[in-house]
């Protein structure tokens, strides 16, 4: 099933083979776009899209997987530990956890140098903050998630990030008359910038698979990597 792009998904069994997918974002116009799609798809049934913070889900569901995508930067090294904490507690005993989020190539730094940082924060991301990929790792451990499988996708992004400043680009005009000239500018550099950024491997971007073990016992997980490329 295609899960459109909300910052966080958590995904819990109902009966035997059924699933049922819960969304979460803070975000106006993202949640209304995915309640649009469902809608079109007929998917009311299976996904539920919820307009709140991560923070306020109740505890007492217990989901089996939680994957949350492009949010942990918004998170801030501040309130690491809480968020990996809010993770585990909604977490079942054996469930998974896929952690999704760019980080800072450099242990000690939170954004990058020479006023770029300050550029994202006052234009394109107010209040992010980037970690290095050992902070996600050891706060994960330290909040009781076991690290199964961690990938760094930093070219592949790089790549990506390319595509989409020429697609922007092919359709400027039309970006520039839905969004205006300052935002459709501000766009265009963030995007190329961060796609220089992650080709000179000043960012990077990781995947964390972490799972909650059941009695110290490894969670139900693939043995071997190969189901990761299956498909392809
Ligand atoms: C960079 S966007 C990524 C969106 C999407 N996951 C993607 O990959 O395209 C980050 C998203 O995280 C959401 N977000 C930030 N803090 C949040 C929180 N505390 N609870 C829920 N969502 C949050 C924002 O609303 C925003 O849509």
């Known amino acids: 099933m295609d899960i459109e792009p909300v910052a966080m998904v958590l995904r819990s069994h109902v009966g035997s083979t059924r699933v049922t997918w819960v969304c979460l974002d803070e975000d ?3 949640f209304a776009w995915v309640n649009r799609l469902i ?15 991560y923070r306020d889900v109740p505890e007492h569901s217990g989901y089996d997987k ?20 809010k993770i585990v507690a909604l977490l079942k005993p054996g469930g998974l956890a896929l952690n999704h989020g760019i980080t800072s190539a450099a242990p000690e730094a939170s954004g990058l140098g020479s006023g770029i940082a300050e550029f994202i924060e006052d234009y394109v991301f107010p209040g992010g903050e980037l970690v290095h990929a050992s902070d996600v790792l050891r706060t994960a451990a330290g909040s009781g998630l076991e690290c199964l499988d961690a990938e760094n996708l930093r070219p592949h992004y790089g790549t990506t990030l390319w595509h989409w400043v020429t697609r ?6 039309e970006a520039r008359r839905l969004i205006g000239e300052q935002k459709y500018r501000i766009w265009r550099i963030y995007m190329a910038g961060s796609a220089y950024a992650f ?4 960012m990077e971007l990781w995947q964390v698979l972490a799972g909650k073990s059941i009695d110290g016992s490894q969670p139900n997980y693939p ?10």
């Not at 809608?39 to 913070?53: A, T």
């Not at 501040?78 to 904490?85: G, Q, R, S, W």
């Not at 922007?168 to 005009?173: F, P, R, S």
């Not at 080709?199 to 000043?202: I, S, Y």
């Open 168 to 173: 922007l680009e092919e359709h400027a005009d």
């Open 223 to 232: 043995f071997k990597r190969d189901y990761i490329y299956r498909g392809e």
């Open 39 to 53: 809608v079109e798809r007929g998917l009311s049934s299976l996904v539920e899209v919820r307009k709140m913070d």
């Open 66 to 85: 939680i994957a949350s995508v492009g949010m942990v930067e918004h998170v801030g090294r501040a309130n690491l530990t809480a968020y990996f904490d």
């Open 199 to 202: 080709d000179h491997g000043w």
């Open 28 to 30: 106006h116009e993202q």
